[in-house]
């Protein structure tokens, strides 16, 4: 019996069932989504695309950008389909410039934006010596430095309101490092951080402004097309629809860091205090130093 591949697996499990064991005489009170208007980054497919629909359904009116209009269009076409108001605009977050314009353009047309979802994300996937400079920059640009567009853009309204909840789809890769991601994975601490800090500036002004941000472990959208590739158990983790359900019930938790699965808070701890050696033996057993080898990603998709 192989411990990674057979009883992992059932550890996870086990820790989910006991931890919903635990909270189910404590039920949290959820607010209710219904009339928000919220923007949601990358929303052109993957968890953007499914968060998109699934927050339509409950009520709120979507305004969708993603830097694809093609795929854009066939999220706000189904939206519509099935009696939702979504409005979409292409947009490159990592462009500042177009930032400002499309949330000027998309308060326009939605009204006063009261929920910002920071989902966009990019990957290169590979060893920092063969990651272009262009690359490095790029990463950034859209995995972090755009959540202080997008927040600059749309938080005044929603502190002059005394409302409105801004969300990072961070990644679990921002607390946990391995191989050929030192770009994704330092963007994404950066979106972390800015989260965290952010939620800090906004308990100091008092404000009613939430903020949530989200850490997942791999999800089959095919963004890591290919991670742990031979390790099925590793790399199909989370469906999508799983992971959009668990940020929105963050969302409506008002929760502030949110790991997927939780297990990762307790491995994290584990990562501090481990020494160096002990965490490189436990990273290679776990297969985390092999994990990008065979990997495809997105773009490289026929
Ligand atoms: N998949 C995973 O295993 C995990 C993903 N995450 C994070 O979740 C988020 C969503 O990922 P996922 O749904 O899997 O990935 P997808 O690739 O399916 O979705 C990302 C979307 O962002 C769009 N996008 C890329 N660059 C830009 C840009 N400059 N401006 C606007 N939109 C852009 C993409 O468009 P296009 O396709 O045209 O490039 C795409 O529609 C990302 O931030 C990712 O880092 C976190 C943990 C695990
Ligand atoms: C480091 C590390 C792990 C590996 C995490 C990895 C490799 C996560 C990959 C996540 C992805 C692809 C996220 C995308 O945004 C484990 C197994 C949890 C054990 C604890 C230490």
Known sequence: MDFSEDILPIFISLFQILQSVICWPFPKAKKDLNGEVVVITGAGS????????????????????????????SVIQQIKNAGGKAFGFKCDVSDREQVYFTAKESAKVAGDVTMLINNAGIVGGKNLLETDDEMVKKTFEVNAISHFWTTKAFLPKMMEKNHGHIVSIASSLGYFAAPKLTDYCSSKAA????????????????????????????ISTGMFKGVFAGRPWMCNVFKPEFV?????????????????PKLLDILSL??????REAMMTFLSWFGVLDAMNDFIGRKKQA
Not at 46 to 72: R, S, T, Y
Not at 194 to 216: H, I, Q, R
Not at 244 to 260: C, G, S, T, Y
Not at 270 to 275: D, G, N
Request: glycine share 4%.
């Open 244 to 260: 959009a359900d668990q940020i929105i019930q963050a969302i409506q938790e008002n929760r502030n860091k949110v790991f997927l």
């Open 270 to 275: 584990l990562k501090e205090v481990l020494p």
């Open 191 to 218: 979106a972390a951080h800015f989260a965290d800090a952010l939620s800090v500036e906004l308990y100091k002004a008092k404000s009613s402004v939430n903020v949530t941000w989200v850490c997942p472990y791999t």
């Open 46 to 73: 993957g968890i953007g695309a499914l968060l998109a629909a699934k927050l339509a359904k409950m009520g709120c009116v979507v305004v969708a950008w993603d830097i694809n209009e093609e795929v854009l269009q």
